[in-house]
């Protein structure tokens, strides 16, 4: 079974920065695809960004957020940027893998006026 340990949370004011990193327990090779959700209590989950066949981005985030991995440590990050207060939720990280979606256990972002 898939394991996604995020890290990198925290509380930041607006307009600062902070780098959210996804370790997964095997090759991120083996993974469809990855990404990141981010969810508010009492609100849906949504899609920040994935990667994978494409690099996509949720309209809120373009310009500001980027995604990237390293297929050495198995990691994914999404470096944020410009944060916005609007940012604060938790951060899930996601794996595709033989057509099931595996979920970290999330990570805070908390971002102050």
């Known amino acids: 079974q898939v394991q996604l340990v995020e890290s990198g949370g925290g509380l930041v004011q607006a307009g600062g920065s902070l780098r959210l990193s996804c370790a997964a327990s095997g090759s991120i090779f083996s993974f469809k695809s990855m990404g990141w959700y981010r969810q508010v209590p009492g609100k849906q989950r949504e899609l920040v960004a994935t990667?994978?066949?494409?690099?996509t981005y949720a309209d809120s985030v373009k310009g500001r957020f980027t995604i990237s991995r390293d297929n050495v440590k198995n990691t994914v990050y999404l470096q944020m940027n410009s944060l916005k207060p609007e940012d604060t939720a938790v951060y899930y990280c996601?794996?595709?893998?033989?057509?099931?979606?595996?979920w970290g256990r999330g990570t805070q972002v908390t971002v102050s006026s």
């Open positions: 996601y794996a595709d893998q033989n057509y099931r979606r595996n």
């Open positions: 990667t994978g066949g494409s690099t």
